[in-house]
């Protein structure tokens, strides 16, 4: 009863606190210079001969009439907060706004565009490391101080280290046959070949593996270091603890105390990252994409910021808010899936 009512708190503080960052989000936008409005003006001024050196040159441009139909057009003459209410409620979140940067296309249909991209990105990304990192955790626990887990380490803090752009660009140079004392195994650039329509299923599936192979790699070596070392401290903190030795003491073998008690303990921190997949069809990364050539959520973003593309940005601020903060309770639950000891009462 008490962990229902915990998670039903919780789920009651998404309201408010959804409010509470579209809000100043939504503030911060409004009032911060260089908004639709003012492109609007310096567009037309440079329609108009000559450039622009200041605001106060570009409302000198136009006439206050001009200027006062801009502003009802994007709804600059409304209070801000009947700007807010619309924005939430009559635009849904801003999604069905259209694109100041795309015209005739709506935020949410830029971001069914590419979260197609995203979802194989994201999720791909998601399960590799995951099936990885916990036994490669599991393995430098068990094998703590030896050559493995010393080789591993190694291996994971390198390519930790190494700048994802860096590492996407070697990437290409050694199997993307960018040079010719190297291999060409993998495509260079986007996300399928000139003659996807023509394959068949199979090989459509194939020419997508194949195109997103380097990306996703690139994509999870970042996390490789902080995961796998996160399940081996977890695996090393539980195997000394004083259940472990009982179990040893009354005759169990290691194997029986590892795999049979500590494991599931062990795997209680690692949950944390579970809830993240509910964010990964927004998963991107700009320098990832930038160096492949893939129109994802990243650039996306990065197009809507540097832009000012405000229905589009905040459409994706809304989404990926909520998807994170029910990601949150996700992993709460799986904590009392793997650990039912846990006790969410306050004290």
């Known amino acids: 009863m008490e962990r229902f009512e915990y998670f039903i708190r919780r789920f009651l503080l998404v309201i408010p606190t959804f409010i509470g960052i579209t809000l100043l989000c939504f503030g911060l936008i409004q009032f911060v210079p260089g908004g639709p409005v003012e492109q609007v003006i310096m567009q037309m001024r440079g329609r108009g001969g000559g450039e622009i050196s200041s605001g106060a040159r570009a409302d000198a441009a136009i006439s206050p009439a001009q200027r006062e139909a801009i502003e009802k057009h ?5 209070p801000f907060y009947k700007r807010y209410w619309k924005w939430l ?5 801003g999604l069905t706004m259209e694109s100041y940067k795309f015209p005739n296309k709506t935020a949410w249909q830029l971001i069914l565009e590419r979260i197609q991209v995203s979802l194989i990105f994201g999720i791909t990304g998601f399960i590799l490391s995951y099936l990885i990192c916990i036994p490669l955790g599991i393995m430098k626990a068990l094998r703590h101080e030896q050559s493995f887990d010393l080789v591993s380490s190694v291996m994971v803090f390198v390519g930790y280290a190494v700048p994802p752009l860096a590492f996407g660009m070697l990437l290409k140079m050694f199997f993307c046959g960018t040079s010719d004392q190297f291999w060409d195994v993998f495509p260079a650039a986007g996300l399928h070949s000139d003659n996807f329509a023509t394959l068949s299923f199979w090989l459509q599936v ?7 192979c380097l990306p996703v790699l690139c994509y999870m070596i970042g996390h490789f270091a902080i995961l796998t070392l996160l399940m081996k401290n977890s695996l090393l903190e539980q195997i000394g603890k004083d259940y472990v030795r009982t179990v040893l003491a009354r005759g169990g073998s290691f194997s029986r105390a590892v795999w049979g008690h500590a494991l599931r303990n062990a795997l209680i921190p690692v949950a944390t990252g579970f809830g993240s997949i509910l964010t990964v069809m927004f998963a991107g990364s700009v320098i990832i994409e930038q160096v492949f050539e893939i129109p994802g959520m990243g650039r996306l973003s990065l197009e809507a910021i540097v832009g000012r593309d405000y229905p589009v940005f905040m459409g994706i601020l809304s989404l990926t808010s909520i998807l994170g903060m029910l990601g949150n309770i996700l992993s709460d639950f799986l904590y009392v899936l793997i650990d039912p000891r846990i006790n969410f009462q306050e004290n």
């Open 89 to 93: 409620v009559t635009d849904r979140l």
């Open 74 to 78: 994007f709804g600059f003459d409304q």
């Open 206 to 212: 194939k020419d997508i593996g194949l195109h997103m």
